[in-house]
């Protein structure tokens, strides 16, 4: 297992724009208009990168879990993203990490990892896509496969109430209460055998439902 050398925080030039944007935009709305709730945040570590396991039901919750956990959280997103000049160091700046489309679970592993190196905590949502209910019903091992390689600990983190935010028929983000739920740190697996990597996914999914059950 190759050995990687990680930075203890993320770069400060990254941290300055994370923390006005979350301090004049996110958390006002996250707290006052979504009536928002956190529980768990004694569970973060404050320095040294780590990977945060999520579910995931709006296109919400990138922001509103990056704002909660009170470190920048990077995600990763499209190359072509990166393309548009006005877009590209916005995004970045605020931890977006280019993956190429095509190029499969290769292309975002190496992306993850490097920004893990510079210190960044990397987010993924466990099922790898949005579900109706919030809960994780068929969770993907990218993020174990990761943890493994990089041996550093998995974080799971539940966001409850987002999948009513945007509803059929309404044009605006409808003010529904919001809870997020911070879990306990899991080992990352010993190895990259699919075993180990379907377990330690499994334990991830079940602390992040439970989580979940544990409602507003």
């Not at 958390?27 to 973060?44: D, E, M, S, V």
């Not at 490097?114 to 209910?133: K, N, S, Y």
């Not at 539940?158 to 605006?172: E, H, N, R, S, V």
């Given at each position: 297992?190759?050995?990687?050398?990680?930075?203890?925080?993320?770069?400060?030039?990254?941290?300055?724009?994370?923390?006005?944007?979350?301090?004049?935009?996110?958390?006002?709305?996250?707290?006052?208009?979504?009536?928002?709730?956190?529980?768990?945040?004694?569970?973060?570590?404050?320095?040294?990168?780590?990977?945060?396991?999520?579910?995931?039901?709006?296109?919400?919750?990138?922001?509103?879990?990056?704002?909660?956990?009170?470190?920048?959280?990077?995600?990763?997103?499209?190359?072509?993203?990166?393309?548009?000049?006005?877009?590209?160091?916005?995004?970045?700046?605020?931890?977006?990490?280019?993956?190429?489309?095509?190029?499969?679970?290769?292309?975002?592993?190496?992306?993850?990892?490097?920004?893990?190196?510079?210190?960044?905590?990397?987010?993924?949502?466990?099922?790898?896509?949005?579900?109706?209910?919030?809960?994780?019903?068929?969770?993907?091992?990218?993020?174990?496969?990761?943890?493994?390689k990089a041996q550093l600990p998995l974080l799971p983190?539940?966001?409850?109430?987002?999948?009513?935010?945007?509803?059929?028929?309404?044009?605006?983000?409808?003010?529904?209460?919001?809870?997020?739920?911070?879990?306990?740190?899991?080992?990352?697996?010993?190895?990259?055998?699919?075993?180990?990597?379907?377990?330690?996914?499994?334990?991830?999914?079940?602390?992040?439902?439970?989580?979940?059950?544990?409602?507003?």
């Amino acid at each position: 297992m190759v050995d990687y050398e990680f930075q203890s925080r993320e770069p400060i030039f990254n941290l300055i724009p994370y923390f006005l944007f979350k301090g004049i935009i996110i958390a006002p709305i996250f707290h006052t208009y979504f009536q928002g709730r956190i529980h768990g945040i004694q569970n973060l570590p404050v320095e040294n990168p780590l990977i945060i396991v999520s579910n995931h039901a709006s296109y919400f919750d990138p922001p509103i879990l990056a704002s909660s956990v009170n470190r920048p959280v990077a995600y990763m997103a499209k190359e072509e993203l990166f393309e548009v000049p006005w877009l590209r160091e916005g995004i970045r700046l605020y931890g977006a990490y280019p993956v190429k489309r095509g190029s499969g679970d290769r292309g975002a592993i190496r992306a993850a990892l490097q920004a893990l190196q510079e210190g960044w905590i990397v987010g993924i949502f466990l099922e790898g896509t949005r579900t109706p209910d919030g809960r994780i019903h068929d969770p993907k091992l990218g993020a174990a496969m990761i943890a493994a390689k990089a041996q550093l600990p998995l974080l799971p983190v539940c966001l409850w109430g987002t999948q009513k935010i945007l509803q059929k028929g309404i044009p605006f983000p409808l003010p529904v209460p919001l809870t997020l739920r911070i879990g306990e740190l899991i080992d990352p697996p010993a190895s990259s055998k699919r075993g180990a990597l379907e377990a330690v996914t499994q334990k991830c999914a079940t602390a992040i439902n439970a989580l979940h059950d544990l409602g507003r």
